[in-house]
């Protein structure tokens, strides 16, 4: 990164270099994996589809600054800042599951807006009392239950993932770049972690919304499953689709 000095334009011209090298490694980001990274981009807008639906809701808020988050860790993942990517990867996560939890637990939403209560990720995601356990689902979406399990353990793995970068532990931070620079390893590593953790999100939205959303949804929410989720036999089954062994 570049060093401050009092030639130039001074402050000014510290953050005009700093941005020249980040608009540098967007290009090399762009073209090297722009595949991934527009499946990140697709599923970004896809949850933007259920947080529309969502409108009016308690919870609506908080998806909302979620899919914001997941808009600025790609920006930042692009740029080449790539700790700050996986920790705003991780609000995303938090957000998002904080958002399905407190649709639940109205209580409980009220007192973390009020800061009377944290937010606790592992209760989220807690194989008895969390989102995708067996039991929400089974009030939300029975013929999930079975599926839900793949999705959980995507969410934890890359929740987990994010935190080793926030935290700074060697083992992951030593592949990061020491300057604003473009590196295939660290990009290809966030990207593969956001579209687990973004698909994660999208099908707790599923898990939680579908019941409720699909009837009247006109086929746009229906399109982000098939999309994402043709190979689950409660979507397929969900949408009217052929399913194997019926």
């Not at 981009?41 to 919870?59: F, S, T």
């Not at 060697?170 to 300057?179: C, E, G, M, R, Y």
């Not at 707790?204 to 949804?217: H, I, K, S």
Request: aromatic share 10%; charged share 20%; proline share 3%.
């Amino acid at each position: 990164m570049p060093e401050m000095n009092d030639g130039g334009q001074g402050i000014l011209g510290h953050f005009l270099r700093l941005s020249q090298l980040s608009s540098d490694v967007i290009r090399e980001s762009t073209s090297e994996c722009s595949t991934t990274l527009g499946e990140i981009l697709q599923l970004e807008a896809d949850i933007g589809l259920w947080e529309a639906r969502m409108a009016g809701r308690p919870e609506a808020q908080q998806i909302a600054d979620a899919r914001r988050e997941l808009g600025f860790a790609t920006y930042a993942a692009c740029s080449g800042l790539y700790r700050l990517a996986f920790s705003g990867l991780r609000t995303f996560l938090e957000l998002s599951f904080a958002a399905v939890y407190f649709s639940a637990n109205e209580l409980h939403r009220r007192q973390w807006v009020s800061d009377r209560r944290d937010f606790s990720w592992s209760e989220a995601l807690d194989e008895e009392k969390g989102i995708l356990a067996p039991k929400f689902m089974q009030e939300f979406l029975p013929e999930g239950v079975n599926e839900a399990q793949n999705y959980a353990a995507m969410a934890a793995k890359s929740y987990r993932h994010c935190s080793q970068f926030i935290h700074g532990k060697s083992a992951v931070t030593k592949t990061v770049p020491h300057n604003l620079s473009f590196s295939q390893e660290s990009l290809t590593d966030w990207a593969a972690t956001g579209r687990n953790a973004a698909q994660a999100v999208l099908f707790a939205l599923y898990g939680r919304y579908a019941v409720e959303f699909l009837p009247t949804d006109g086929g746009a929410l229906g399109a982000t499953l098939e999309h994402w989720f043709s190979h689950l036999k409660s979507v397929r089954g969900t949408l009217g689709l052929p399913v194997e062994g019926s």
